[in-house]
């Protein structure tokens, strides 16, 4: 596990690994990849996703480079987002790959935010399943509605189906992204994934550090990706500056964590 500590104290990840053309080809596994910040990059034997792609457009300045840009990617089966934050739902991301990208799903309230932006987005309920190639993808509970508590934010009525973690069975294994999210009685009752892409941020409206420790502990054999950190030059802000290094101290089996560059593949194994 390749972790550093910047200038201001935060843990960063390992140098950016460019990805090509090529890593969206046919392959005969499934591979997955941290884009940074809590986009995540899955090749399934072919059939190639995207979840909460940051890749171009932040408001924030960032402590890493990008894998790839949205000009370069050759084909999107589909874009998933969890919810409307910024950081998650990057507009100018999902425009510039929208010739080559054939649907974007999300909960229903973000699909209408897709629609409204000329973009092919399918909106789903909570516990809903849908399909993307090979892919059963299902939609988790989350727990995140903190701009209902924002005077700058809070614009509407933010429910608890506005955002979502997405439950994706492969042939290859299961993964699980709970997205960002409080620790909720549901999430310490799914089936055992083999890979949590995970949010650790210590924040009451993420999992805590406490609950993330706790939900990688209830499933004590997944491999453990770690998302939602190292990514954005902001010292002060505890939704970005999880450190991995004492995540792995603090769960069993620590050798599953795992905190990787941006670009790098994981390939997934089912256990």
Excluded at 24 to 42: H, K, Q, R, S
Excluded at 139 to 154: D, F, G, M, R, V
Excluded at 165 to 190: A, C
Excluded at 252 to 264: D, K, T
């Amino acid at each position: 596990m390749q972790v550093h500590k910047n200038s201001k104290g935060q843990a960063v990840p390992s140098s950016t690994i460019p990805l090509t053309k090529k890593d969206f080809e046919v392959i005969n596994d499934t591979a997955v990849c941290w884009l940074g910040n809590a986009g995540i990059f899955i090749n399934n034997r072919g059939t190639n996703i995207m979840i909460d792609p940051l890749l171009e457009g932040f408001d924030m300045k960032l402590l890493i480079e990008m894998p790839i840009l949205p000009k370069d990617i050759p084909s999107l089966d589909a874009l998933l987002i969890t919810h409307d934050d910024n950081d998650h739902f990057s507009k100018q991301t999902c425009h510039d790959v929208k010739s080559i990208c054939k649907e974007y799903h999300a909960p229903k309230f973000v699909a209408e935010l897709l629609r409204a932006e000329g973009l092919n987005g399918i909106g789903h309920d909570i516990g809903e399943t849908f399909s993307v190639g090979d892919m059963k993808i299902t939609l988790t509970p989350a727990e995140h509605n903190w701009k209902n508590e924002s005077a700058q934010y809070h614009w509407r009525d933010y429910k608890l189906e506005d955002y979502c973690g997405f439950w994706i069975e492969t042939s290859d294994g299961k993964i699980w992204l709970p997205g960002d999210s409080r620790l909720l009685k549901e999430h310490l009752k799914m089936p055992q994934p083999d890979i949590i892409l995970l949010d650790f941020a210590d924040n009451s409206w993420h999992i805590t550090f406490e609950g993330a420790v706790k939900l990688a502990d209830n499933y004590h054999d997944a491999d453990l990706i770690c998302i939602h950190w190292g990514s954005v030059d902001a010292p002060d802000m505890n939704t970005f500056n999880g450190d991995p290094v004492k995540l792995a101290a603090a769960v069993v089996n620590p050798e599953r964590v795992h905190a990787l560059a941006p670009g790098e593949k994981f390939i997934l194994k089912s256990h």
